[in-house]
């Protein structure tokens, strides 16, 4: 067991390489081997591009683990267990492999499937996360809203569940992060306006990168094309609060 | 307007100072003057106590700020108003002011509040926020649960808004991270038992901090008390989720 390397989860940040933790990147620094998820063989990874912006010298040892865009369950399955044995192999010969995320490790990230799949392998396998920056805080920071203020509720969606649902939540949420709205924006506009929200929502496009675009007036999104990696944030000031349960005020009764 | 000052919102991370950002960090060495939310008058600053762990020198000039532990909003009010006037004459006079947060700054922070009430003084005064890693993307890390995975929902509600709310939200979160939730802990153990979630969900005190204490067996919590700054990270794992609008099954039709 003391021979083993171990694994770590390496969060990245949103891409802007001064957001990353000062921990990231002195593992970075003192590391020999970085693996990082790729779409299919050959094809970029966002994740070295980030380190490559940083001006960080590559390590001698670079594995490439792929990773497809599909929705097949099983069919992933076996590229997490290929991902798994892939890196096994150079942790039983006792070296450390980072494994590169954008934005935090355990946040939409393909990392927990990795590290899950290989202590399925084996379990004394040492697994080390570093927490770090999502995308969703660089989009608050930079879009100067609050993803919560004091006993604020946040909700973080993919906004492909429909509008359906996201009119539900507007009874208990005062904070909405949509992610991947570009299917259903306008009809996620319609709602906005419905419900006198689009005055307190924001967009925001690749957010915490160089490409950043910020949308304040949300009427000029209509009828244009955004990009995938874009994200709607929604302060519902409408929301009237039910009563809360406090340490000072009531004992534990709920 | 180009003598004015700036307002940096700077987010020093969960409590580890390894956990800052380079950006934070760079800021935080070239600044001459800091400010930070105390309490009361004379009380001690969490967020000073981060950066004078990390070996930080301090600036010339240090400038606490009375945030009170009230939820009455009139007298808060009257805080920040006071708050925001003693920093607006540093900016005033071209002095940066670096406003310390724990954790991310755009997440339950006061310095939303500060910023705002600045902004409405003089809304001429150029304000930058600085995102961090929140203390629930660190729960997660060290807990080595994911926050969320693929297409799943996330929400993160003050434990106190009670069961009925938490028992609602199951429908449609895949994660419910619960905070603050000392005062309600036996009735919120008594959900997840009846749910069959105890097993997929883990407790947290003080993530990220030196005193950090995780708790994977939670029946261990009953009948004990906990700190005030702990969470429980809870996967909702029996979830039926609906369909999903995606971009590149279907066009948008919601």
């Not at 539900?168 to 909405?176: A, E, I, N, P």
Request: net charge neutral.
């Amino acid at each position: 067991m003391s021979s083993y390397g171990k694994l770590y989860g390496v969060s990245l940040g949103p891409g802007d390489p001064e957001l990353m933790t000062r921990k990231a990147w002195k593992l970075l620094n003192g590391s020999t081997h970085w693996a990082y998820p790729i779409k299919r063989k050959g094809s970029d990874s966002y994740a070295l591009d980030i380190l490559h912006r940083a001006g960080l010298k590559l390590p001698e040892r670079l594995t490439p683990l792929v990773f497809p865009m599909t929705h097949d369950h099983e069919k992933l399955a076996a590229y997490w267990l290929r991902a798994a044995q892939t890196v096994l192999e150079f942790i039983h010969r006792g070296e450390d492999v980072l494994f590169l995320v954008e934005g935090d490790a355990s946040t939409y990230s393909t990392f927990g499937h990795l590290a899950r799949t290989l202590t399925s392998l084996d379990d004394r396998i040492p697994v080390e996360i570093v927490a770090g920056v999502s995308s969703f805080n660089a989009a608050a920071a930079d879009l100067q809203l609050p993803l919560a203020d004091t006993d604020d509720t946040l909700a973080i969606i993919p906004a492909g569940y429909g509008v359906k649902m996201l009119d539900r939540l507007l009874v208990d949420f005062d904070t909405l992060v949509l992610l991947k709205v570009k299917p259903v924006l306008e009809s996620v506009l319609d709602l906005l306006e419905q419900k006198g929200l689009l005055a307190s929502s924001a967009f925001i496009e690749k957010a915490g990168t160089p490409d950043e675009r910020v949308v304040h007036n949300l009427t000029e999104l209509r009828g244009t094309q955004v990009n995938y990696l874009s994200l709607l944030l929604v302060r519902n000031h409408h929301r009237v609060r039910g009563e809360m349960i406090r340490g000072c005020r009531k004992k534990s009764v709920a």
